[in-house]
Structures are given as C-alpha cells and as structure tokens.
C-alpha cells in the first residue's frame, strides 16, 4: 500500500490540540514488555485463535485448509505510555507492537502493531481511539482464482500465497456506573487488503457492540460482551470469480477474573462465534455457508512483584463449517513472563 503522510498544517494541529489540553502538568512515561513460549498443533489457525477475544480480532479470516502441521511460536511484545493530567481528566497515549514467530514454518511470521489514544473525564467516562495494523498476513498457498469462462491446466497448477494487510479502527467508550459495574460501548470500522491475485476479496467491515464488566467482589471480576459484525466485499470484483467471502457475524465472550490467592491469577475465557457467509452465488462454496466456533482458555498469573509476572496457559478451539463433514479441532499452550517499568 502507498504510505500517506499527513500534511503539515495538520500535525501543527494535532500537536496544538495536545498542548492545549496537557495544562502545564508534568507527563509521565511507561514502558513495558512481555515474552511467551506457544506450541500449536496447527500452525494455520494459532493467529486466528489467539485473536479470537473482546480486544482483539475475533473475526480475522482463517486458512482455507487447516491441519497444516504443529510450531513453537514466540510473542515477543513491547509498549510504551504517556499519561498527563488536563483540564478534562487523565489523557493516555499508547505504543504497543510485537509479532508471533514461527520456529519452523515461518511463513505464517508476522508483526502487528495498535496505537491507542484515550481520555478520561471527570463524570468517570473514558474515550479511546484505537489504530491496529497487522501487515503480510499469510493464509496459505492456493491456487489463483479462475475468471468463469477461463480454465487451463496450466492455470490449475499455480500456486500462490495469499497474503493481506489489516487496518482496524475501534471506538471504545467506557462509563463507570458504579463501584461494580462498568459498561463499554465499541464501534469499530475495518478494511482488509488482499495482494493481487486474491485482492477481489478485499473486505470492509463494521463491528457494533456492548461489554459489562461487573466487580463481583475484590477477588472476582466477570466480563461479558456482545458483537455484530457486517462484511463486505465489492460484487464487481467477486462477480467474475463466483467467490464472495461476505459474512454476517455473532461474536460473544465472558471472561473471568479471579484472584486464588493475592499473588496468584485465575483467568478462564469462553468464546462462542457464529458466521453466515452472504454469498449470492449459488456455485460458490460459500453459499449459504455458515460456521460456529466454540472456544476455551484457562491462564494462570503468578505476580513476582508489582513489576513482574509469570503465566502459564492453554486454550481449546473447535470449529465447524456446515459444508464440511467433521469439526477442526486446535489446541494451544503456553508460558510466558512480563514485565513494566
């Protein structure tokens, strides 16, 4: 894609904005990072299932053909903030970056990256902009699509990777009700671009969607969420090749906080997702296509001090096409360690 830079005007403005609402009181930094240790037993579904959460991109698009074989993964991941007081409240700048490595099928590798932006006012609401890129995603080799009335053997034989850049825009509003309950709010808008030959799948979405995080007591904290999510793709382009990935998309999770002890961290995690693929081609294997994926997590958190942390994890994911015959089956697990400045 082109890089864009904004003009110059522009940032005179953003930096104006900022200075405006920092009101002389001094900034103060953070920084932090985290490296874990994954192994999978399918290398073509470990990013989709690790981003399969309220924060994350539960929707990102999976191999066409799973089963491609068991990695060690490595996540490193570093951030840095920026907090000042303003005349509203607490402003926040965030930095975060990182990337899974794959020990032997580094093809799958890839980097991602959020920008974040959040202020919090004085009537306990919170705004937060957010920026996610995640670059050269790879989903697999295939071979390219066929225009209809166009098919050769030597046309069949070619294979080529299939790879796409995210670009997801998210915003997350967040009222404090009361001591126990806060209740969040997420818009979120999404472009997915695919590199040629398989760019007639680019897709634009949309996500709507509510979170309620209860304090059930100091120890146990529960959060619930909801999303609806909207893809499209340009019949103009899929119209040739009789292949839209165009989807509807149920989206739900409760997320589980307890803490054991007082240095010791129980999260356990349940997602449910259900797809129906809005293909109007009747050859299409997506027609009348629909997928539900059923998927659990259990963390432990062991903090050393305030600054560090240790975890351990496993996850379980099974998902089924209503054109497939059996359930795809994944299974992660992990160890890891963090630590802020």
């Known amino acids: 894609m082109p890089a864009y830079r904004f003009p110059r005007s ?3 403005q953003l930096l104006a904005s900022c200075l405006i609402l920092s009101n002389a009181v001094q900034a103060e930094w953070s920084t932090g ?4 240790t994954f192994y999978t037993d399918d290398v073509g579904l470990f990013s989709v299932t690790r981003r399969l959460s309220l924060e994350e991109d539960p929707t990102q698009p ?4 799973p089963n491609q074989g068991s990695d060690a993964v490595y996540e490193p991941n570093v951030y840095i903030n920026w907090d000042i007081e303003n005349t509203l409240g607490e402003f926040q700048v965030s930095l975060d970056g990182g990337g899974y490595i794959f020990q032997n099928h580094s093809d799958y590798t890839h980097g991602f990256m959020q920008f974040s932006i959040a202020q919090e006012f004085v009537s306990n609401t919170t705004i937060k902009l957010l920026y996610d890129y995640i670059p050269n995603l790879f989903l697999g080799t295939h071979s390219p699509p066929q225009i209809e009335h ?21 915003m997350l509003l967040e009222q404090e009700i009361n001591d126990q309950f806060i209740l969040h ?20 979405f949309f996500t709507i969607g509510p979170h309620l995080q209860w304090t059930i007591n100091p120890n146990v904290v529960l959060l619930v969420g909801y999303h609806f999510e909207r893809g499209y793709t340009d019949p103009s382009e899929t119209l040739q090749y009789q292949d839209d990935t165009g989807y509807i998309n149920h989206f739900a ?55 560090a942390a240790l975890k351990v994890g496993w996850q379980h994911g099974n ?23």
Do not use: C
């Not at 999976?62 to 053909?65: A, K, M």
């Not at 209503?322 to 299974?331: G, I, M």
């Open 150 to 170: 166009i098919t050769t053997d030597e046309h069949n034989e070619l294979e080529i990777d299939e790879r796409l850049d995210n670009h997801i825009l998210t």
């Open 62 to 65: 999976i191999v066409d053909e």
């Open 33 to 36: 990072g985290d490296f874990s």
């Open 185 to 204: 709010g997420l818009v979120r808008y999404g472009a997915r671009l695919y590199d040629e030959p398989f760019s007639y799948r680019d897709i634009q």
């Open 319 to 341: 998902r089924k096409f209503n054109y497939e015959s059996e359930s795809v089956r994944n299974n992660n697990v992990w160890i890891g360690a963090e630590y802020h400045f």
């Open 253 to 307: 999770s409760a997320e589980l906080k307890i803490h054991i002890l007082p240095e010791l961290i129980l999260m356990a995690i349940f997602d449910y997702e259900h797809n129906d693929y809005t293909s109007p081609y009747e050859d299409d294997i997506h027609h009348n296509g629909n997928e539900n994926v059923f998927q659990g997590e259990l963390e432990l958190i062991y903090e050393v001090t305030e600054a």
């Open 10 to 12: 522009l940032k005179i």
